[in-house]
């Protein structure tokens, strides 16, 4: 081939392809100027030392953040009774693998505790509250995956937070998240009753709940001695949560292309595994996965309950998910 | 010499003409809009919910509303979902129907944020 052939098959090539660009659709990126305004250093901390979001948001939390720069951010809510303290150790874990980790106060429940005017369980404030964690930690890390991590009653609001808001969740981590308990009927008889009588007098679920939730007196002590958690509650607020846990069927069937990573106890005496098992089949994405845990009780990733079996499992999918490619999943860069 | 002349006047005409053609299919598509999306029931749904949670937190919308909305795309994402596992993939009736669902949940959202604007005028 002679070389003016060569040239003008180039010449052509290229005059077709810059004559053709305006006509695909592109969408536009403004990750620079984001970055721009807030000035984010490679740990994730400002430079007063705190976490990057911190002055962008109300709702109260702890953060883990990795000396390195992490390649993946997970936004943990606690369960019932507890606050962001109970993901303490799971959290020094998870940034220790490379994650900046995040946990944030349920309404009611923490630091909520001590202001006057919103220390009830108000789980549509908590919806919110979690919509605007999620924003501000997508502005704040513009190109890293953002997780949702939740417990029990917190895996219950992240699964409802994704089925909401997928745009904003890149993958959803939920240990036992159902709402069918043992003696559950039971225990609704004593909250209606209860209800009526006073709806507003809070009564003291801790014995039954700490007992059917572990055989560990150790692990029981701990949850009781602990001043940040909550197990006086009032009938109102017990119904609430038991109005707000009956809508996670929908919630499920609702997360169409989220990744999903779901655990359950076998030994939990508090939510039944057959309840999340359900759960998990309702979920309409194709990309889930359930792990059983066998001598699992109901906790497994709050109160130091998180084994390094579960450790290791937890970083292995995050970041096989970060990595996926998937659309909706960003890539660390 | 004559030969070789014969042989290289037609590829420069050769070259010349795929170089206008090329222009040309350029300015055509430039002409031309971006080719549409294929339709797709997960983005209508997804679209759906984040009205749903705007109507309700601008207040054009009640709790109640809100999540009777979001128990009827529940229902859609159900019927989807038992489509796909019947078949493995969406038949034409199978989106019509979809279609015809979503379509029907976006109509009320808008009468109900209408009846609310109405209501406060």
Known sequence: MSTTKKIVMVASAVALFVSSLPAMAVAPVSHRSQRQKLSITSNGLNKDGQPIWSSKISVPYRSWIPVEKPSAVLLCVHGLGFSSESFTE????????GFAVYAVDVRG?????????????????????????????????????????????????????????????????????????????????VVGTRYL?????????????????????????????????????????????????????????????????????????????????????ELSCQDKLLMIIGDGEHLLLEENQLSDMLATLIVDWVNNEAHSGRPGVRAPQ | MNELKRKYI???????????????LGTVLKVLPAPAKPINTDEGQAKLMREVNAGQQSHQLTLKEANRLRKDLAQVARKKAKMLAKNRKLSVEDVAKLKSDVNEISENIHRLELEKRAQSH
């Not at chain 1, 799971?90 to 693998?97: C, I, P, S, V």
């Not at chain 1, 993958?171 to 039971?186: C, E, F, N, T, W």
């Not at chain 1, 038991?242 to 999903?260: R, S």
């Not at chain 2, 590829?11 to 040309?24: D, F, G, Q």
């Open chain 1, 90 to 97: 799971f959290g020094r874990r998870m940034a220790g693998r």
């Open chain 1, 197 to 281: 009588t006073g709806k507003n007098k809070p009564m003291n679920i801790g014995p039954e709940v700490m007992q059917r939730a572990t055989a560990n007196p150790k692990l029981r002590a701990k949850w009781e001695a602990e001043p940040t958690n909550r197990m006086k509650m009032s009938p109102k607020e017990l119904k609430q949560f038991e109005d707000f846990m009956k809508g996670n069927q929908d919630a499920a069937a609702l997360v169409a292309n989220t990744p999903v990573l779901v655990f359950a106890g076998f030994k939990d005496k508090l939510v039944k595994p057959e309840g999340t098992i359900n759960l998990f089949n």
């Open chain 1, 109 to 189: 429940f923490g630091e909520w505790m001590k202001r006057q005017g919103e220390n009830q369980v108000d789980f549509e404030a908590c919806m919110l509250d979690i919509e605007s964690a999620l924003r501000t930690l997508q502005k704040a890390y513009p190109r890293l995956p953002v997780f949702l991590v939740g417990e029990s009653m917190g895996g219950a609001i992240a699964l409802r937070a994704t089925s909401r808001y997928p745009e904003l969740v890149s993958g959803l981590i939920a240990a036992v998240p159902s709402s069918d308990r043992y003696a559950k009927l039971s225990s609704e008889l």
């Open chain 2, 10 to 24: 037609p590829l420069r005409e050769l070259s010349i003409l795929s170089l206008t053609v090329a222009m040309s």
